[in-house]
C-alpha cells in the first residue's frame, strides 16, 4: 500500500509534466491574442491619414547574422526604404552586442563586435532616418562592477561612427531622462534602465556629466515631464520591461523544470524532475539581477508604475525579454520588443493583449488625423519587409489643458 502512495503520485506528476511539454511544443510558436482583438486583420488606419512619423522599436540585435542573411536587418532595410517619404526613427533597446558589449582593443572578441557595430551603423547611415542606440545589461559587461567603462566603450564607438552625439542615449550612462520631440503631438522619452539594476560605478550628478543629482531628482524630472506633455503621446524607451509573460516575468518551460542545468550549459541534458522547478522557483521568488523579482529592479518597477498611473498617455517599450508583447494597463500601453536577434519562450493569457515568439520588433505609426497604431512585424522567409502579426490603434486619453501640479516625492 505504502508502494501505491509513493509511486502514483510521481506517476501523475510526470504524466502532467509530458502532457504540458507536448501542449508547449504544439502551441509555443503561435501568437496569442486576447478575445477582444481576435479580427484585428480587419482593422486599419483610416485610408485618407497620412503617417506624419513613423518610429521602429527594436530591442537584444546583438546576435544578428553579419553575411547579410539577417532577417531582422532585411526587415529593417524595408521599413526605412518605406518611411523615406517622411520622418522616421529607429530606436535600439538595448543589448547591442552580446555577450558582454564592446570589449577592449586589441581583446578576442574586438574585432568581431566592430564588424557587427560597423555594418548596423552603415545601413542606417544610408537613410535619413534618425537613429538613437541605447544600453542594456550586456551592454553593461552582463552588469558586472566594471560595466560602466564597457558601456562607455560601445557609446564612445557608435557617437563616432554615426557622427552625431544623440546617436547613443542617455549619454555617459546616465539615468536620464531625455526627450526628444518626433512630431507635433508625438515625444519620445529615453531611460536608462540599466542604472538600476547595474552593480559597481554608475554614473550620477555633474561629476559624470549627467543632469540629475540624485536618483530621486530622476523621479521628479520624470513626472514633471510627463505632467507636462499631457496634451500629447508620449513614447518611453527602455531596456527593462515593466510586464512581462517571459523568463524575465517569471515564466518558465516545462523543459526547463525538467532540465534545469541547461541553464548552467546547453549540453548539460541530465533530467531533473520535481528537483529541477527550484531553480525557476528560486528566479520567480528572489531572482536574478536582472528578473523583475530583484529587489533593485523590483523597486524600480514600483516607482515608475507609480508615476505612469497618473497618466493615460504612456506608451511603455522595452526589450531584454526575447519575444514581443503587449499589453494595456490602465490605458496606458507596456510593450516587449527585444527579438531582435533571439528568440525565447512566452506565455499566452495573463495581462497580455498579444504575445508571439518569433523574430521581429514593433513599429509605431503616428497619422495627420492624431491616430498612433502599433504593428508587430515579424520575420518571414518569403518576404523581406516581414509579415504584420498584429495592428492595434493605441487608443488613449489626452488632456490638451493639463495643469502644472505641484512637485512631490514620488
Known amino acids: 500500500m505504502l508502494f501505491y502512495f509513493l509511486v502514483i503520485p510521481v506517476v501523475l506528476i510526470l504524466a502532467f509534466l509530458a502532457f504540458s511539454y507536448w501542449q508547449e511544443l504544439k502551441y509555443r510558436h503561435k501568437a496569442f491574442y486576447k478575445l477582444s482583438d481576435i479580427g ?17 522599436m527594436i530591442g537584444d540585435v546583438g546576435a544578428f547574422a553579419t553575411d547579410g542573411s539577417d532577417p531582422i536587418l532585411r526587415m529593417l532595410d524595408n521599413w526605412q526604404v518605406q518611411n523615406s517619404g517622411h520622418k522616421a526613427t529607429v530606436v535600439f533597446l538595448g543589448d547591442n552586442l552580446y555577450p558582454v558589449g564592446l570589449p577592449a582593443e586589441n581583446t578576442k572578441h574586438r574585432q568581431k563586435a566592430e564588424e557587427r557595430l560597423d555594418l548596423l551603423t552603415d545601413k542606417l547611415k544610408q537613410f ?15 552588469g558586472r562592477k566594471n560595466g560602466y567603462q564597457q558601456m562607455l566603450r560601445q557609446e564612445n564607438y557608435i ?16 539615468p536620464g531622462p531625455h526627450a526628444i520631440q518626433l512630431a507635433e503631438g508625438l515625444l519620445l522619452v529615453v531611460i536608462n534602465t540599466q542604472w538600476w539594476v547595474q552593480r559597481g560605478e554608475k554614473p550620477l550628478g555633474s561629476a559624470y556629466n549627467c543632469a540629475i543629482e540624485s536618483i530621486e531628482q530622476f523621479y521628479v524630472e520624470l513626472n514633471t515631464l510627463l505632467r507636462r506633455n ?3 503621446r508620449v513614447l518611453i524607451a527602455a531596456h527593462h520591461p515593466l510586464y512581462s509573460n517571459a523568463q524575465h516575468g517569471g515564466k518558465f518551460t516545462v523543459r526547463q523544470h ?14 531533473l524532475p520535481i528537483f529541477g522547478s527550484l531553480y525557476p522557483f528560486y528566479r520567480q521568488l528572489f531572482g536574478a ?42 490605458k496606458n500601453h507596456f510593450l516587449v520588443s527585444g527579438a531582435g536577434s533571439k528568440t525565447a519562450f512566452v506565455t499566452k493569457g495573463g495581462k497580455a493583449t498579444f504575445t508571439v515568439e518569433q523574430l521581429g520588433f514593433f513599429v509605431f505609426n503616428y497619422y495627420s488625423n492624431g491616430q498612433l497604431w502599433m504593428e508587430a512585424r515579424v520575420a518571414d522567409e518569403k518576404s523581406p519587409e ?8 493605441l487608443k488613449q486619453e489626452l488632456h490638451w489643458a493639463a495643469k502644472p501640479a505641484p512637485v512631490k516625492k514620488l
Not at 525538467?258 to 533530467?271: G, M, V
Not at 516581414?386 to 490603434?393: I, M, S
Request: proline share 5%; hydrophobic share 40%; with cysteine.
Open 128 to 142: 535619413n532616418s534618425r537613429s538613437i542606440f541605447m544600453s542594456g545589461n550586456h551592454d553593461w559587461n552582463k
Open 289 to 330: 539581477a536582472e528578473d523583475m523579482s530583484h529587489r533593485r529592479y523590483k523597486r524600480m518597477r514600483k516607482r515608475l508604475l507609480r508615476i505612469f498611473s497618473r497618466y493615460s498617455n504612456i506608451v511603455y517599450i522595452a526589450g531584454h525579454d526575447h519575444n514581443l508583447q503587449h499589453f494595456e494597463v490602465r
Open 230 to 232: 499631457a496634451h500629447q
Open 40 to 56: 484585428w486583420q480587419h482593422i486599419a488606419p483610416p485610408a485618407d491619414a497620412e503617417i506624419v512619423h513613423s518610429v521602429a
Open 258 to 271: 525538467i532540465f534545469p542545468l541547461l541553464a548552467a550549459n546547453k549540453r548539460f541534458l541530465i533530467p
Open 159 to 174: 557617437t563616432q561612427r554615426m557622427g552625431n552625439p544623440e546617436a547613443f542615449l542617455p549619454a555617459n550612462g546616465c
Open 386 to 393: 516581414g509579415l504584420v502579426a498584429f495592428r492595434k490603434e
